[in-house]
């Protein structure tokens, strides 16, 4: 599955904006937070994979080299869309 239609909630470059709004919306990206079962989406740096994982370590292996967001996706799950160069690498989180 390649990374579904979303809406940018934030920039997640900025981490007092992005500490501030995962507080709100009650994302844990502590590293030391418990796992959360994470959809990693198919893209040129991975293969499609729902993984058990903490958010921050997730976040940490998504491909950076330009912005990053934390978004929305048309289900409703939050997640990350980062951008690097022309290509994007993303996550959902499922709980």
């Given amino acids: ?38 959809h990693m989406f198919n893209t040129a740096f991975r293969n499609e994979n729902t993984l058990l994982m903490t958010v921050h370590d997730a976040m940490d292996s998504l491909a950076i080299k330009g912005d990053a967001y934390l978004v929305q996706f048309e289900n409703g799950n939050y997640g990350f869309v980062a951008y690097y160069g022309d290509y994007r690498d993303g996550f959902e989180i499922i709980k």
């Avoid at 979303?6 to 507080?23: G, R, V, Y």
């Fill in 1 to 38: 599955m390649n990374i579904p239609q979303f809406t940018i909630i934030c920039d997640a470059t900025s981490f007092d904006t992005l500490e501030a709004k995962c507080k709100e919306l009650k994302i844990n990206t502590n590293p030391w937070a418990s796992e959360s079962v994470v």
